[in-house]
Each structure stands twice: as structure tokens, then as C-alpha cells.
């Protein structure tokens, strides 16, 4: 069973376009070739003036129809605008319609970069229908090969920050695992009258500490419940008389990715609050509830009785971690709250029921 839904992939192909610009002042000439893209399988648009090709122009169209009427000077100065702010991946698919193929209109005389940045086809006119539908299919599959590229490159993109976040995540992690050894030792030591009650507490919690790291790379195949993965990470913390922990939900089964995201926010907030929160002092608590309500998990994490508590100055690796990765892998929403009486994370995310 998969309690919380998997969040879509943030590298799924986005639709290919179909609109074809269309500017063609004169006549029935807009008309005439908007039923040509039709045919060719295409959503024709139809421009009025330079403002509206440049307001239509920077949207995911295939190609660009335009009669020469149209190749003003001003025309060129507005493709020239765009055609400098495309991206690396594209080149512009142009199908214009002059009257003398051997003379070049002004609004195409650009320089040789930006001509570089187009798929330009010139017909002259009059043209066969079958002339011009056979050329407007052309760049139409060329420009959505170009799409498919640039979706590569964003896909590509996404991958290389998620390897980015993963070595800073795991730089983080490496580098608060002795401060986690060292906050169990000092909270085993405050609380052991003898050696051997040291030793034997200080021994189960860092075998917790360890399968929960397990269970935090990904080596445990099945998680379990809700309350097994938060009894699990929280072990380590736990006092021998286990007043500074609060446990309270209902059994939820979790699939990996979940738990692997709940399991990094649970010690990221457990190692924070040993060293700086409730955790660190005798008298503190950590309140962990949650509920179900209409199709959502409500999971929170509430301290009290710690160090007074400021807002962060600054945006650290922690933060990021609870606000927006842990949420963004299970398709929820978390809210983190630095109140003065102790830190308060909310994390929602959707469940799937059996």
C-alpha cells in the first residue's frame, strides 16, 4: 500500500506546439493561408501590426507565415528583437511569400546572427497550395524537433541541480553525524548514574541511530508504518524515562520515497532540536502528531521547553531542506515556523487510500 501519492515528474515533456503566426495584411491572403495551415495539421493565429506578431511571437509557436506587405522595416526591427532573445536551442521557422524572390525585403535584411537563428523558407509568389503546405510542414517538424531539444536540456538541467542537492545533502549529513553521536552521548551522560547504564543506553541508541541511517539511504526495501519510521529515527533521542518525546497517529504505510523524505526532515529537525532545541535540555519536548482528514496527511513536529528561538538570518541547507524538498518529493506542502516557545514544522501531502 502507498500512503502518500508520488508527486508528478518535473521533467515530463511539455506539449508540442501547434500554433502557426500568421501576418498577411492585404486581401484574403490571411484567410487563405490560415486554411493552408489547417491542413497541415496546425492551429493558425492570425496578427494584426508589428505589436501583436511581437506579443504572439515570444509564445511556443512552430512558424511564422508572413507576406511581404508585411516585411516592413518596423517588421524587421521586431524580429530582429526576438530573434536576439531566443534561446540556444532555437531557431526560428519563417515561411515568407514575396513578390521577387532575387530581391530581399527590408524586414529580412538582418544581420548574418540573427538570420542564423532562423529556418527561413522564401517562396515567390504566386506559389502552389501543395508548394506551400509541403514547406509549412517542414518547419513545422523542424521546429518541433527543436522543442524535443529543449526539453532534453531542461530535463538534463533538473537532473544536474537534483545531483547538486544530493552531494550537498550529503555533505550536510556526513558532517552532522558526529554532532548527532556527540548530542547522544552528552543526553546518555546526563541521565546515567553508572557506567554500565551509560554503556547499555548509549550502545541501543546508536544501533537506532544506524538503522535509521539505513533506512535513510535507501537500503531498507519497505519502511513500514508512519509510527515505525518515527519511532525508529527518534530512538536515539529518546530519554530512558521517554517524557521528552510525544508519539501520536495512526498507522500509515509508507512506500520508500516517502519514507526516505520524512525520514531526512526527522532527523534534520532531531539533530537541530539535540543541539540547539527541546532536545537539549531536561525539560524540554518534542510533540509529533498526525492525522487524517479528506484525502490529506497533516504531520507535525511542535518543541517546547528549549532556548528561546530566533528567525534564521539566513536560508542554510536545513531550511531549504523542510520548506521545500521534503514537500516537493511527496507532493505536498510544508510551513516552518521559528516561534520564540520552539520550532513548529507542518508538513500536508495527499494520501492514497486502500
Avoid at 259 to 274: C, D, K, Q, V, W
Wanted: proline residues 5%; glycine residues 8%; neutral net charge.
Amino acid at each position: 500500500m502507498i500512503a502518500v501519492e508520488e508527486r508528478p515528474s518535473a521533467t515530463a515533456p511539455r506539449a508540442e506546439g501547434s500554433n502557426v503566426l500568421i501576418y498577411a495584411p492585404l486581401g484574403r491572403d490571411a484567410d487563405i493561408l490560415a486554411g493552408i495551415a489547417r491542413e497541415a495539421g496546425a492551429n493558425p493565429v492570425v496578427v494584426a501590426g508589428v505589436d501583436g506578431l511581437a506579443a504572439e511571437i515570444s509564445k511556443d509557436c512552430v512558424s511564422l507565415i508572413v507576406t511581404e506587405e508585411a516585411l516592413d522595416r518596423a517588421m524587421g526591427e521586431a524580429l530582429l528583437r526576438h530573434l536576439e532573445g531566443q534561446p540556444s536551442w532555437s531557431a526560428l521557422p519563417i515561411l515568407a511569400l514575396v513578390a521577387n524572390a532575387g530581391r530581399t525585403p527590408p524586414g529580412l535584411r538582418l544581420p548574418e546572427r540573427a538570420l542564423e537563428r532562423t529556418e527561413l523558407i522564401v517562396l515567390q509568389r504566386p506559389t502552389r497550395t501543395q508548394t506551400l503546405r509541403t514547406a509549412l510542414v517542414t518547419l513545422i517538424g523542424s521546429r518541433r524537433r527543436q522543442l524535443k531539444v529543449r526539453d532534453q536540456i531542461e530535463d538534463l538541467g533538473h537532473k544536474e541541480r537534483h545531483q547538486s542537492f544530493l552531494l550537498s545533502e550529503l555533505d550536510h549529513r556526513v558532517k552532522n553525524l558526529l554532532a548527532k553521536i556527540l548530542s547522544i552521548l552528552s543526553l546518555t551522560r546526563r541521565e546515567a548514574n553508572d557506567l554500565e547504564t551509560f554503556a547499555n543506553a548509549f550502545e541501543a541508541r546508536t544501533r537506532a541511530l544506524a538503522e535509521a541511517h539505513q533506512m535513510l539511504n535507501g537500503h531498507a526495501e519497505h519502511p513500514g508504518t508512519l509510527r515505525a519510521l518515527v519511532e525508529n529515527v527518534m530512538a536515539p533521542y529518546r530519554t530512558l524515562a521517554g517524557s521528552n518525546l510525544r508519539i501520536d497517529g495512526p498507522e500509515l504505510h509508507l512506500w520508500s520515497k516517502a519514507g526516505l523524505a520524512l525520514a531526512m526532515a526527522l532527523h534534520e529537525l532531531a539533530t537541530n532540536a539535540s543541539k540547539y532545541g527541546a532536545l537539549s535540555r531536561d525539560e524540554g519536548v518534542v510533540t509529533i502528531r498526525w492525522h487524517l482528514a479528506d484525502g490529506t496527511l497533516t504531520f507535525e513536529w511542535e518543541e517546547r521547553g528549549g532556548p528561546p528561538v530566533g528567525t534564521p538570518t539566513r536560508n542554510s541547507f536545513g531550511t531549504r531542506l523542510l520548506r521545500s524538498y521534503t514537500s516537493m518529493e511527496i507532493g505536498g506542502a510544508a510551513e516552518l515556523e521559528f516561534r520564540a516557545e520552539g520550532l513548529r514544522w507542518v508538513l500536508k501531502a495527499p494520501v492514497a487510500q486502500s
